[in-house]
């Protein structure tokens, strides 16, 4: 009775195990320089670009497909009948290599390629296999101003073009930036230093990660002495409404101009 009551718990806790075939295992082959190249079952994070080999040991006798899954959507992906060249279909067709022997398919990833996967003959058939396929991060991009006075506030926002990231983490010359009244950060994407201190110059990088990359970049930000930027600039601007020859010095001077009377 005991075990009766075990084996039910165990079939409960591994639902689809008795049911489904051989397993599919796969790994992503090198060289890829990002995802890891462990081999997986079940399910496998890989990256556009690289490689991927799917096995599964598999009865067959007359007939072998490849089949994917994506939502509502099945389709082929090659079929084998051990009579002649297996038929690929058409958006797998130059990127894919099937495996006569062994029944392996090796595909090149592409960014929709994140679905199931199973192999079938006429015996048997895998459970799905679970394909991510993650875009790898190109380098962010820092937009902000690279001067900024003191006492003001630096806003640095970190731009991804290729990809999507998981996380950003900022660090300054270096090291790894915690936020606090000072250093602030905004939706993720964007670091504000408040009251801005000559201290707060330096490199500013941006680090940007996603399951299968990294990515990073750095701005030079450079906070001006209060002194040194509001003498002239008030100077500038009281003259510029007196005096028209000053005001052509100082537009060809611009910043100063602009910049304070904000
Ligand atoms: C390959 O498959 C396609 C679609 O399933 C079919 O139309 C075509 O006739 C097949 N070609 C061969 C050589 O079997
Ligand atoms: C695959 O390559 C062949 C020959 O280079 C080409 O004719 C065919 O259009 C390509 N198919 C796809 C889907 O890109
Ligand atoms: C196909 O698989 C067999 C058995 O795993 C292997 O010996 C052979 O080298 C493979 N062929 C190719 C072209 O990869
Ligand atoms: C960062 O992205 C650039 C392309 O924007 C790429 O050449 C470089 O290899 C990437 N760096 C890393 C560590 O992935
Ligand atoms: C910021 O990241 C957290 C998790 O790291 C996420 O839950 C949140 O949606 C993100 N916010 C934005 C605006 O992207
Ligand atoms: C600037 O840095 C110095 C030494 O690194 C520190 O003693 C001082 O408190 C800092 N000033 C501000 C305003 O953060
Ligand atoms: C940089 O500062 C100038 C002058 O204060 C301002 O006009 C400009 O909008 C700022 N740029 C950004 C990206 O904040």
Redesign the pocket.
């Known amino acids: 009775m005991l075990l009766v009551l075990l084996f039910l718990l165990f079939l409960l806790a591994c639902p689809g195990s008795s049911a489904a075939g051989p397993a599919i295992t796969a790994r992503t082959l090198p060289p890829c320089y990002s995802a890891a190249l462990g081999p997986a079952s079940q399910r496998l994070v890989s990256a556009v670009g690289c490689t991927v080999l799917l096995a599964a040991p598999l009865r067959a006798t007359r007939l072998v497909l490849w089949e994917y899954s994506s939502g509502p959507r099945e389709g082929a992906i090659l079929t084998y009948t051990f009579d002649g060249p297996a038929n690929t279909s058409r958006p797998y067709e130059n990127r894919t290599?099937f495996?006569?022997?062994?029944f392996?398919l090796?595909m090149v990833l592409q960014p929709g390629d994140g679905r199931l996967y199973r192999l079938r003959s006429e015996a048997e058939a895998t459970g799905w296999f679970q394909l991510r396929v993650v875009e790898p991060l190109s380098e962010p991009e820092i937009v902000g101003n690279s001067s900024v006075k003191e006492g003001g506030t630096a806003k640095l926002v970190c731009n991804v073009l290729g990809g999507k990231a998981d996380s950003y983490q900022w660090k300054k010359n270096g090291e790894l930036l915690l936020g606090s009244d000072h250093i602030q950060f905004v939706d993720n994407t964007t670091l504000c230093i408040l009251k801005a201190s000559m201290n707060d110059s330096g490199y500013y990088s941006c680090l940007v990660s996603n399951e299968v990359s990294q990515n990073e970049t750095s701005f030079l930000l450079h906070v001006q002495n209060a002194a040194n930027v509001v003498l002239p600039v008030i100077l500038a601007c009281v003259v510029v409404g007196s005096l028209a020859g000053v005001f052509v010095w100082c537009r060809r001077r611009d910043r100063p101009c602009h910049n304070p009377c904000r």
Request: charged share 45%.
């Open positions: 290599r495996n006569q022997t062994d392996s090796r």
